[in-house]
């Protein structure tokens, strides 16, 4: 069965500070990588996807994140954070016509 | 925009009283997803259309019942709400079956039971 363990549940950073969002998964074949954020009250936004080829992808808002085979890891980065940026971010795989979320990091900047 | 609208953001609802949430899409997408979201929990999905094909979840409980009248609306219905089923509903569409297709979120509905 396909899963996602996301060991951050909090992340404080700084306002211009670089961040990384953790993520491992665990599936049997390829995995489907997505990351999502959603703000308070509202549903989940797509950030990115990888499906294959180049392992570093790109992302709105300024976001990218590095899918590791070796490491099954999907991180998510960004170099400098805005205060418009915390929210919950919820990595994903999908598998079989559906999609396992993670149980989400929720991300708090300091101005 | 093409866009999957929620109705309504907030639903009130008494213990045991039927209630239905909707969802509508402008996106033209054969499949639609529900999912519950408990607080700080991630979302879990109840059930998804393709087309109209109902796909549902095994742990899904009897009590939550779906209706895709056509390629626009689904609705997802509650027989009989409990207390443990207050939640955030979110209704999702995808262009294909098949999770190479991302999937694209209503802002939610959040049910409370009295």
């Known amino acids: 069965a396909q899963s996602v363990t996301q060991p951050d549940i909090h992340i404080t950073v700084s306002e211009g500070a670089s961040l990384e969002l953790r993520c491992n998964y665990s599936?049997?074949?390829?995995?489907?990588l997505f990351w999502y954020v959603q703000s308070p009250g509202q549903g989940l936004q797509l950030l990115l996807k990888?499906?294959?080829?180049?392992?570093l992808v790109q992302g709105i808002k300024g976001f990218e994140a590095e899918f590791k085979r070796s490491q099954s890891s999907f991180n998510l980065r960004k170099p400098s954070v805005h205060w418009s940026d915390a929210a919950e971010y919820f990595c994903?795989?999908?598998?079989?016509?559906?999609?396992?979320f993670g149980t989400g990091t929720q991300l708090k900047v300091e101005l | 925009d093409a866009m999957v609208i929620q109705n309504p953001r907030y639903q009130v609802t008494q213990f045991g009283k039927p209630v239905t949430l909707s969802c509508s899409q402008t996106?033209?997408?054969?499949?639609m997803y529900w999912y519950q979201q408990k607080s700080s929990q991630a979302p879990k999905l109840l059930f998804h259309?393709?087309?109209?094909?109902?796909?549902n979840e095994a742990d899904t409980p009897d009590n939550f019942q779906s209706r895709r009248p056509n390629t626009s609306f689904c609705f997802l219905d509650i027989r009989s709400p409990g207390l443990g089923d207050a939640a955030m509903y979110l209704c999702?569409?995808?262009?294909?079956?098949?999770?190479?297709?991302?999937?694209?979120f209503g802002d939610g509905t959040r049910l409370s039971i009295l």
């Open positions: 259309y393709y087309d109209k094909d109902f796909n």
């Open positions: 994903a795989v999908g598998g079989g016509n559906k999609l396992t």
């Open positions: 996106l033209n997408h054969n499949v």
């Open positions: 990888y499906f294959s080829g180049d392992t």
């Open positions: 599936y049997g074949a390829t995995p489907y």
């Open positions: 999702a569409t995808s262009r294909g079956q098949g999770t190479i297709q991302p999937q694209h």
